[in-house]
Nanobody
Framework: QVQFVESGGGLVQPGGSLRLTCAGG?????????MSWYRQAPGRQRELVAS???????TYADSVKDRFSISRDDAKKTAYLQMNSLKPEDTAVYYC?????????WGQGTQVTVSS
């Protein structure tokens, strides 16, 4: 069974940093997936935050460009989202998504709260 698990969320003050981790299960051929991070705030639609392809090309939403950084370590079967200069509007549940052959696999989400 393909499984991806997020971790690293929590409560942080404005201007702070967090690093989210998305770990693939032992049976996943992690390197074949493109990986993305999405977020969903209360009352809002889920939105794409950042993506990284199999060859490590990256894209970002305008709202997080220059503050967030997505990366991957295929040997560790892990994708990361480094979030710096966090703002209250970054508060949301963050989800990782793995895509291969037009099939998406979602993690369960991790809460990020930015508040003083």
């Amino acid at each position: 069974q393909v499984q991806f698990v997020e971790s690293g969320g929590g409560l942080v003050q404005p201007g702070g940093s967090l690093r989210l981790t998305c770990a693939g299960g032992p049976g996943s051929l992690f390197s074949r997936y493109s990986m993305s991070w999405y977020r969903q705030a209360p009352g809002r639609q889920r939105e794409l935050v950042a993506s990284i392809s199999r060859d490590s090309s990256t894209t970002y939403a305008d709202s997080v460009k220059d503050r967030f950084s997505i990366s991957r370590d295929d040997a560790k079967k892990t994708a990361y989202l480094q979030m710096n200069s966090l703002k209250p509007e970054d508060t949301a549940v963050y989800y990782c998504k793995a895509t291969w052959n037009l099939v998406d696999y979602w993690g369960q989400g991790t809460q990020v709260t930015v508040s003083s």
